[in-house]
């Protein structure tokens, strides 16, 4: 059947994908079939991008190389000295926070150390939160998104439309995942580790499992604005 010919025009589906997505801190160690993670990425491969430039690349992992991965970066996240010499290769958040922006980022932040049971003040405990993100949060698999360093500020908008494709097409499957830019501060390892060709940069980290329905973290929802606070509308 062609692509075209598809017979499913519900939007109920649909939405429900994009609604229905979260960032997941805690999953199953219920193994995802290798042709599961290929059919999301190839349905993931179908977002736009200018001139049909494509400009993602994928490195998909689970296993030993993950947990090898994995086990480099906490050994630098959790060596003071050693997390100092590594740093961010590109800005992914603003030098200097402003409302609402920074009222948004803290909300979420306690009221995931809420559910956690994490106090203002235990940097013991963040610092080890924070370290789940290198492991992916324990799910079966972890990608690693990539883009070639010629490309510019467009290629990235269509990279996030890609990325946003795949957490879509993960949810419409009964998966979940959480996106992680938390990865781009040990970008250096990440190359070494994948022997990365140096043509690549790293763009953000991504866990893809089964959420574990009893971790608390996981009762996490995040609020948005409604469209009336974000959006103008002319000629109605």
């Not at 949810?171 to 830019?181: E, F, S």
């Not at 390892?189 to 043509?199: K, N, V």
């Not at 089964?210 to 009336?228: C, H, I, K, Q, T």
Request: with cysteine; hydrophobic share 40%; glycine share 6%.
């Amino acid at each position: 059947m062609k692509r075209d010919d598809i017979p499913c025009h519900d939007h109920r589906c649909v939405d429900a994908a994009i609604t229905g997505r979260r960032s997941v801190r805690a999953f199953l160690d219920t193994p995802v079939p290798l042709r599961l993670v290929q059919e999301i990425l190839e349905v993931a491969g179908r977002a736009p991008s200018g001139t049909n430039t494509q400009p993602w690349q994928v490195v998909a992992l689970t296993g030993q190389p993950k947990d090898e991965l994995s086990r480099r970066i906490l050994e630098a996240h959790d060596d003071p000295d050693l997390a100092a010499t590594h740093r961010e290769e590109y800005d992914y958040y603003p030098a200097e926070w402003v409302a609402p922006y920074i009222d948004r980022r803290r909300k979420v932040g306690w009221d995931l150390y809420g559910l956690l049971g994490i106090a203002k003040g235990d940097t013991a405990r963040m610092h080890a939160q924070h370290g789940r993100n290198y492991r992916f949060f324990d799910a079966p698999v972890g990608l690693v998104f990539t883009i070639d360093r010629v490309m510019r500020q467009g290629s990235w908008l269509d990279y996030g439309m890609f990325l946003q494709n795949v957490m879509i097409a993960a949810r419409a499957r009964g998966l979940d995942t959480c996106p992680q830019a938390a990865f781009t501060r040990y970008h250096r390892i990440i190359a070494d580790c994948l022997r990365l060709p140096p043509e690549r940069m790293l763009v953000c980290g991504m866990a893809l499992g089964y959420a574990d329905p009893d971790a608390p973290e996981n009762r996490l929802v995040s609020e948005r604005e409604p469209a009336s606070a974000f959006a103008s509308f002319a000629g109605w």
